[in-house]
């Protein structure tokens, strides 16, 4: 296992880390400290959560991941050993209802931070949390399912990132948050932040988590300059592409026929079937798969050995549903994809850029 710095916060995060958003919810307690405990053996020190976890999101389970990520690591005596990083949910977190997070009024400023701080500090059993990154701008932003950029006007009430940066700034300085980070922003929001820090002479955003893989290579288009330019680390979710690049949808069938697979995130899920199994895409993992077929690899060892060579990369998030899954991505470690390979998968990328 690689590890490296952290933009310039001072923590060192391993290459590989794991995302633990199922733990509590799909991924029962037991399976959950098997996962921990493998990768933890296998060198990952980067524990990534939010006080939203588990997905599916609800009342009934909201801060279990928390809860199961802060008990192993107390468990097994390793909370100085490892990052472990949260996040904060503001408005934008729109996946599904959850007034049951702070209400109506659940917003990036500083009561809110501050609540939401402490309540994940008493879950997670810890006085400090490492990283502790802004879930979604609160602003609109287009991502997802805002594909194209188009002027919105401002919500009531909408926080300023100014004062999101006071706020978190507080925090650091109570000595209840180590680092800052960001997920799911722009250019603009980015260079923003670090703008404002810059000119506050609060602490400098240290990384941003948005998605990375074969299939999302947005990153690349602007803020793979600022991140390597301003010290920003990327920690890419999603790098097997909600599981399409392990190949189970059928990669090798040329785009046709793809169909859900039961029990799978794509099960039951329209939205998912037309976003991650379009004929586009699925002509795209058909070559990436050919690409790994010839020069004997697994697609999905692959897609996380390319998504972790990336200059701008700090961490390849690792999620899996079950241990026997995570046991396979996990074989990824010390795979080091040569040139041609790499030459191989950018010329399917321009020829299928960031298909949909």
């Given at each position: 296992m690689q590890?490296?710095?952290?933009g310039h916060?001072?923590?060192?995060?391993?290459?590989?880390?794991?995302g633990?958003?199922?733990?509590?919810?799909?991924?029962?307690?037991?399976?959950?400290?098997?996962?921990?405990?493998m990768a933890?053996?296998?060198?990952?020190?980067?524990?990534?959560?939010?006080?939203?976890?588990?997905?599916p999101?609800?009342?009934?389970?909201?801060?279990?991941?928390?809860?199961?990520?802060?008990?192993?690591?107390?468990?097994?005596?390793?909370?100085?050993?490892?990052?472990?990083?949260?996040?904060?949910?503001?408005?934008?977190?729109?996946?599904?209802?959850?007034?049951?997070?702070?209400?109506?009024?659940?917003?990036?400023?500083?009561?809110?931070?501050?609540?939401?701080?402490?309540?994940?500090?008493?879950?997670?059993?810890t006085?400090?949390?490492?990283?502790?990154?802004?879930?979604?701008?609160?602003?609109?932003?287009s991502?997802?399912?805002?594909?194209?950029?188009?002027?919105l006007?401002?919500?009531?009430?909408?926080?300023?990132?100014?004062?999101?940066?006071?706020a978190?700034?507080?925090?650091?300085?109570?000595?209840?948050?180590?680092?800052?980070g960001?997920?799911?922003?722009?250019p603009?929001?980015v260079?923003?932040y670090?703008?404002?820090?810059?000119?506050?002479?609060?602490?400098?955003?240290?990384?941003?988590?948005?998605?990375?893989?074969?299939?999302?290579?947005?990153?690349?288009?602007?803020l793979?300059?600022?991140?390597?330019?301003?010290?920003?680390?990327?920690?890419?979710?999603s790098?097997?592409?909600?599981?399409?690049?392990?190949?189970?949808?059928?990669?090798?069938?040329?785009?046709?026929?793809?169909?859900?697979?039961?029990?799978?995130?794509?099960?039951?899920?329209?939205?998912?079937i037309?976003?991650?199994?379009?004929?586009?895409?699925?002509?795209?993992?058909?070559?990436?798969?050919?690409?790994?077929?010839?020069?004997?690899?697994e697609?999905?060892?692959?897609?996380?050995?390319?998504?972790?060579?990336?200059?701008?990369?700090?961490?390849v998030?690792?999620a899996?549903?079950?241990?026997?899954?995570l046991?396979?991505?996990?074989?990824?470690?010390?795979?080091?994809?040569?040139?041609?390979?790499?030459?191989?998968?950018?010329?399917?990328?321009?020829?299928?850029?960031?298909?949909?």
């Open positions: 590890y490296r710095k952290l916060s001072g923590l060192e995060v391993s290459m590989y880390g794991l633990v958003m199922t733990f509590g919810g799909q991924t029962g307690e037991a399976d959950a400290f098997r996962q921990m405990d933890f053996e296998a060198g990952v020190t980067l524990f990534d959560t939010a006080e939203n976890y588990p997905t999101t609800g009342p009934e389970t909201q801060g279990r991941s928390e809860e199961l990520l802060g008990k192993w690591a107390k468990s097994r005596g390793a909370r100085d050993k490892v990052v472990v990083a949260t996040k904060v949910a503001g408005p934008g977190n729109a996946a599904g209802d959850m007034t049951h997070i702070r209400g109506e009024n659940r917003h990036l400023d500083r009561t809110n931070i501050a609540e939401a701080v402490d309540a994940s500090l008493k879950r997670l059993g006085d400090v949390i490492d990283l502790y990154q802004i879930h979604w701008p609160e602003r609109a932003v991502t997802h399912g805002r594909q194209r950029f188009s002027a006007p401002d919500a009531p009430g909408q926080v300023s990132i100014e004062e999101t940066l006071a978190l700034s507080e925090q650091v300085s109570l000595g209840k948050i180590r680092a800052v960001v997920c799911n922003e722009t603009w929001g260079m923003r670090l703008f404002m820090s810059d000119l506050m002479t609060v602490p400098r955003v240290a990384s941003i988590q948005n998605g990375y893989s074969l299939l999302d290579r947005q990153f690349e288009i602007g793979a300059e600022v991140a390597m330019r301003e010290g920003l680390g990327l920690i890419g979710y790098p097997l592409a909600s599981g399409t690049l392990t190949g189970k949808y059928g990669s090798s069938n040329n785009g046709e026929g793809a169909a859900p697979i039961p029990g799978s995130r794509s099960d039951g899920s329209p939205t998912f037309s976003r991650m199994l379009s004929p586009a895409s699925q002509q795209a993992i058909a070559a990436y798969g050919e690409v790994a077929k010839a020069h004997g690899l697609l999905a060892h692959m897609a996380l050995a390319f998504a972790a060579q990336q200059p701008f990369m700090a961490s998030l690792m899996a549903s079950s241990a026997e899954q046991a396979s991505n996990l074989g990824a470690i010390d795979l080091v994809l040569p040139k041609e390979v790499i030459g191989a998968i950018n010329q399917i990328h321009d020829a299928h850029p960031n298909p949909k």
